[in-house]
């Protein structure tokens, strides 16, 4: 795995810290109203962004080992341990996801309350870009850890967009409620995909690959 140096790394670790605190600032809004307004897709958002929460502060953790002696030729290994572990948390959070999803699909999906659901998720979207910028769109290139974290609050404004959308149809409609658990489904299959694909270069970093952070 290369080592990168210069300005980029020595930001990563107040980068990062400024997106934990957006994520955990969001997850009681997104609990909260996924359970107001029966929401499976605003629930998954807020699954998806207590996951992402997690990885952030074990990457912090992880940032820190690695910049204590960063010509170690281990240095990087945590930064991998990271990224695996977000793949899993990814993964878990895909599957509870799509078991909700299915469940409502096959009994019916209850009443959804599409205004708060179209609030939060245009909140959830405005914080997400914000994280990007904040990140920097070549942040990909510095490391395995600041990809996945990079990819990850990229795919959450793709999934809020996509939220934004069924819970607007939701309220001007009145009905159409198995849009939810629909664009929940949607919101899943990224979310596991992202997470298939980050385990796969985390478990051959750890091997000792060198992963090209320009393979989007």
């Known amino acids: 795995m290369s080592a990168h140096t210069g300005p980029p790394r020595f930001s990563q670790s107040r980068r990062l810290t400024i997106v934990l605190v957006l994520n955990i600032a969001l997850i009681g809004g997104l609990v ?28 912090l953790i992880a940032v820190a080992l690695r910049d204590r002696n960063s010509e170690h030729p281990g240095a990087n290994k945590p930064i991998a341990i990271v990224a695996f572990i977000n793949a899993m948390i990814l993964v878990a959070v895909t599957v509870g996801v799509v078991t909700e999803a299915i469940v409502r699909l096959r009994e019916g ?26 990140l920097g769109f070549s942040s990909h290139r510095e490391d395995i850890h600041m990809k996945s974290v990079l990819i990850d609050t ?31 489904l949607v919101l899943a299959a990224v979310i596991g995909y992202s997470g298939i694909r980050l385990a796969i ?7 000792g690959a060198d992963i090209d952070f320009d393979d989007d």
Do not use: E, K
Request: zero cysteines; proline letters at 3%.
């Open 32 to 59: 909260t109203v996924g359970i107001t307004a029966s929401s499976v897709g605003v629930l998954a958002a807020a699954g998806d962004t207590l996951a992402d929460s997690v990885a952030l502060a074990l990457g």
């Open 109 to 134: 999906s209850p009443a959804v309350l599409g205004l708060p659901m179209a609030i939060v998720s245009l909140i959830t979207l405005a914080v997400m870009i914000t994280g990007a910028l904040v």
């Open 154 to 184: 990229l795919a959450d404004a793709a999934a809020a967009a996509g939220v934004l959308v069924a819970g607007t149809i939701i309220w001007l409609t009145g009905g159409l409620y198995w849009l939810d658990p629909v664009i929940a």
């Open 201 to 207: 270069q985390a478990i051959a970093a750890l091997r």
